[in-house]
């Protein structure tokens, strides 16, 4: 997570007042590595948090739930439940999702934001899952 958080600006999202502000694209996918597009203002009731960043909805692919333009807050370190939406990070990149449990082999489920398509990947595979915490309607 060390490594993931480095790439999201530690020391300049949630504790300066400013969110690292990442673009995903019409798959729902986001590449961290290429960085931030943009700082946003950190709303006035997540002050005191630290580490949270924002993602612009790119694409139509989050419909009805989140349109395009919309702004999504991600909270490393706040706890995943079944149902949440998640910013997934696997060494593949990272990709938004519903977090739908855990499978009888162990593995993570996790489906699409706009339809029943499902995957399932091993735990081991998977680097984080930060919690979608909020949404800015464009």
């Known amino acids: 997570i060390e490594e993931v958080l480095g790439v999201v600006e530690v ?14 694209d019409d798959q729902n996918n986001l590449n961290m590595d290429d960085g931030a597009i943009e700082k946003l203002e950190l709303p006035s009731d997540l002050a005191g948090l630290k580490d949270v960043y924002a993602i612009k909805a790119g694409g139509s692919n989050m419909e009805p739930r989140f349109g395009v333009g919309d702004t999504l807050i991600a909270h490393p370190f706040e706890p995943v439940r079944e149902g949440d939406t998640v910013v997934v990070g696997t060494a593949k990149g990272e990709m938004i999702r ?3 449990g855990v499978s009888k082999k162990d593995r993570f489920i996790f489906t699409c934001l706009n339809g029943p398509s499902k995957q399932e990947i091993d735990r081991a595979s998977v680097l984080f899952r930060h919690r979608i915490i909020r949404s800015i309607y464009r």
Do not use: D, P, V
């Not at 020391?11 to 995903?24: N, P, Q, V």
């Open 98 to 100: 519903h977090f739908a």
């Open 11 to 24: 020391g300049e999202t949630g504790t300066a007042g400013r969110l690292a502000c990442y673009l995903s």
